[in-house]
Antibody, heavy 122, light 108 residues
Framework: EVQLEQSGAEARKPGESLKISCKGSGYSFPYYWIGWVRQMPGKGLEWMGIIYPGDSDTRYSPSFRGQVTISADKSISTAYLQWTSLEAADTAMYYC???????????????WGQGTLVTVSS | SYVLTQPPSVSVAPGKTASITCGGNNIGSESVHWYQQKPGQAPVLVILYNNDRPSGIPERFSGSNSGNTATLTISRVEAGDEADYYCQVWDNNSDHVVFGGGTKLSVL
């Protein structure tokens, strides 16, 4: 069974850094694209970007390029989403998502993690 | 960037058919995927490639896509179908996902 297990809720102050994680299990982690989706409170879904853990090929949404860093460590089957300087506007639920087809990026989010709530407040 | 337009809300009586639209420029030439999100839960893929259902999704859920409009149709609506629904495409021009704004389905 494919599972995406995300790290727990985080609270930070503006200007602080943060790295949240998503551990994949039940499949061959290096060979499936895995991405991140943001959902601000009461708002819709926003796709942030995606990474192929096998070679770290990464694509970003224009809206998030330069704002976050997506990475992966295939040795421990874990993907990451990282901020160097958080803002209050980063307060949101963040979901990791996985493509359904091995080696293929088609923008289909078949598997979802449970979400990580990030709260940024002074 | 490609834009997908959904109505903010749709209401339907139990047992009736709900149609949720997703507008986009020549969207009929794209592959459209649909997600259901219930309050407090992660989204669930309910339709992929315009009209395919992932394993476990009831046959009551179907989709169509032509011209400038894709449509998610839910037949014999149940109270448990009340949720937000999002359409989505892959923008081949810029290699990223585009979501519609979402539609809140209310079951009267």
């Amino acid at each position: 069974e494919v599972q995406l297990e995300q790290s727990g809720a985080e609270a930070r102050k503006p200007g602080e850094s943060l790295k949240i994680s998503c551990k994949g299990s039940g499949y061959s982690f290096p060979y499936y694209w895995i991405g991140w989706v943001r959902q601000m409170p009461g708002k819709g879904l926003e796709w942030m970007g995606i990474i192929y853990p096998g070679d770290s090929d990464t694509r970003y949404s224009p809206s998030f390029r330069g704002q976050v860093t997506i990475s992966a460590d295939k040795s421990i089957s874990t993907a990451y989403l990282q901020w160097t300087s958080l803002e209050a506007a980063d307060t949101a639920m963040y979901y990791c998502v996985r493509e359904p087809y091995e080696g293929s990026i088609r923008g289909i989010m078949l598997y979802w993690g449970q979400g990580t709530l990030v709260t940024v407040s002074s | 960037s490609y834009v997908l337009t959904q109505p903010p809300s749709v209401s339907v009586a139990p047992g009736k058919t709900a149609s949720i639209t997703c507008g986009g420029n020549n969207i009929g030439s794209e592959s459209v995927h649909w997600y259901q999100q219930k309050p407090g839960q992660a989204p669930v893929l309910v339709i992929l490639y315009n009209n395919d259902r992932p394993s476990g999704i009831p046959e009551r859920f179907s989709g169509s896509n032509s011209g400038n409009t894709a449509t998610l149709t839910i037949s014999r609506v149940e109270a448990g179908d009340e949720a937000d629904y999002y359409c989505q495409v892959w923008d081949n021009n810029s290699d990223h996902v585009v979501f519609g704004g979402g539609t809140k389905l209310s079951v009267l």
